[in-house]
Structures are given as structure tokens and as C-alpha cells.
T-cell receptor, first 115, second 113 residues
Framework: ETGVTQTPRHLVMGMTNKKSLKCEQHLGHNAMYWYKQSAKKPLELMFVYNFKEQTENNSVPSRFSPECPNSSHLFLHLHTLQPEDSALYLC??????????????FGNGTRLTVT | DQQVKQNSPSLSVQEGRISILNCDYTNSMFDYFLWYKKYPAEGPTFLISISSIKDKNEDGRFTVFLNKSAKHLSLHIVPSQPGDSAVYFCAAALEGSQGNLIFGKGTKLSVKP
């Protein structure tokens, strides 16, 4: 149990579908993140929310749309994705964003396959 | 171009011996370095970190060494145990970078009984 729960664990979707990934943290953290891990590539930051405010959008295409209704919940809305978007999507949280010594706590990820 | 490099994709070590995982970086402005451990089907878990003002940090069997002049850090695990078998990611951060950790591609450690 990591304290960061992601659902679903696996998702297969067509290019015309709309789906959402959900993340919930029970650690009392104030910052939440979406990371992407593609095959044979390092983890890449997508979005950061600090106290519910988006503070970072790492040049992510608009077909990925994040939502952070409160400090405990984070969503990633997906629409008209491409097969190359297939990857492991990891949610993370930290006590405070922007402090390099505030380690990230990751969920177990959603394995997304776009057909 | 990758700013954080883990040049060894895999490492195999005998139980009880020392495991040394290496990481090189290119950005001299990084001020904090972290190691994460990842088991299959799980997310990465934080293992140990070091500030750029230090050259060594120890936590039980795990020690991280930082050589700023060489832009190199290493993680030492001693003694290695079979449960240490996992993928280890090196990550670097800039102060105020809003959690934008720059990760290496990882090294898969196998500890054989």
C-alpha cells in the first residue's frame, strides 16, 4: 500500500474513445503529479498541481487534460489518443511541490494501450 | 539529449556482496539527487537522496555517493539481498522545479541467492 491509489490498473481504448484515469492520495500531501513512462524511455513529467493549482504543463498535447478538484484527487482525461500514447501513466504526490527534497510517492500506475 | 544517464541496463550480483549502481548527469545546476526502486507491476518507491552540498548519505544498507566534479553519483547496497532485485532509477532535481525530476532509464539489479 503506497498511499497513492490509481484506477484502473489497465485500460485499452480506441483512438476515438474518451476515458479518464483516476488518482487518489491518502498521505495528506499538497502536490500531485502525472508522469508518463514509455517503453525504453525515462519517466517524463506531464503535469503538476500544487495546492490544487496547475503549476506545470510539460508541453503535453491537448488530448491529455488534467483535473485536480482537491488536493487528494487527480484525474487525467483522455480523448482522441494515438497508438504512440500507449504507456504506463504514473500518478505521484509530495508534501509540497517545488521543493527538491520533498520526495515523490508514486501510485502503481495505469497501463494504457491505445488501439 | 539525456541529462541523467544510467549506462548499465542491468547488473547481476551474488547475495551478500556489494551492489554498485552508477548514474551520470550533465546539468551542474541540479541540487538534489534521488534513487527510486521499482518492482514489477508497482510504482517507483523512494529509497534515498542526497543534497548537492553533501558527498555521502547513508541509510542502513544503502549509501549514496556524490562526486560533483565528475557529475557522478552511485548507490551502494551492502550486503545485497535477493529482495533487492528490482529496477533502480536515478533522478535529479533543480530547486523550485515543481517536481520536475529528471529520471534515468533505470538499471535492473538481480541479486542471486
Amino acid at each position: 500500500e503506497t498511499g497513492v491509489t490509481q484506477t484502473p490498473r489497465h485500460l485499452v481504448m480506441g483512438m476515438t474513445n474518451k476515458k479518464s484515469l483516476k488518482c487518489e492520495q491518502h498521505l495528506g500531501h499538497n502536490a500531485m503529479y502525472w508522469y508518463k513512462q514509455s517503453a525504453k524511455k525515462p519517466l517524463e513529467l506531464m503535469f503538476v498541481y500544487n495546492f490544487k493549482e496547475q503549476t506545470e504543463n510539460n508541453s503535453v498535447p491537448s488530448r491529455f487534460s488534467p483535473e485536480c478538484p482537491n488536493s487528494s484527487h487527480l484525474f487525467l482525461h483522455l480523448h482522441t489518443l494515438q497508438p504512440e500514447d500507449s504507456a504506463l501513466y504514473l500518478c505521484a504526490s509530495s508534501l509540497i511541490g517545488g521543493l527538491s527534497n520533498s520526495p515523490l510517492h508514486f501510485g502503481n500506475g495505469t497501463r494504457l494501450t491505445v488501439t | 539529449d539525456q541529462q541523467v544517464k544510467q549506462n548499465s541496463p542491468s547488473l547481476s550480483v551474488q547475495e551478500g556482496r556489494i551492489s554498485i549502481l552508477n548514474c551520470d548527469y550533465t546539468n551542474s545546476m541540479f541540487d538534489y539527487f534521488l534513487w527510486y526502486k521499482k518492482y514489477p507491476a508497482e510504482g517507483p518507491t523512494f529509497l534515498i537522496s542526497i543534497s548537492s552540498i553533501k558527498d555521502k548519505n547513508e541509510d542502513g544498507r544503502f549509501t549514496v555517493f556524490l562526486n560533483k566534479s565528475a557529475k557522478h553519483l552511485s548507490l551502494h547496497i551492502v550486503p545485497s539481498q535477493p529482495g533487492d532485485s528490482a529496477v533502480y532509477f536515478c533522478a535529479a532535481a533543480l530547486e523550485g522545479s515543481q517536481g520536475n525530476l529528471i529520471f534515468g532509464k533505470g538499471t535492473k539489479l538481480s541479486v542471486k541467492p
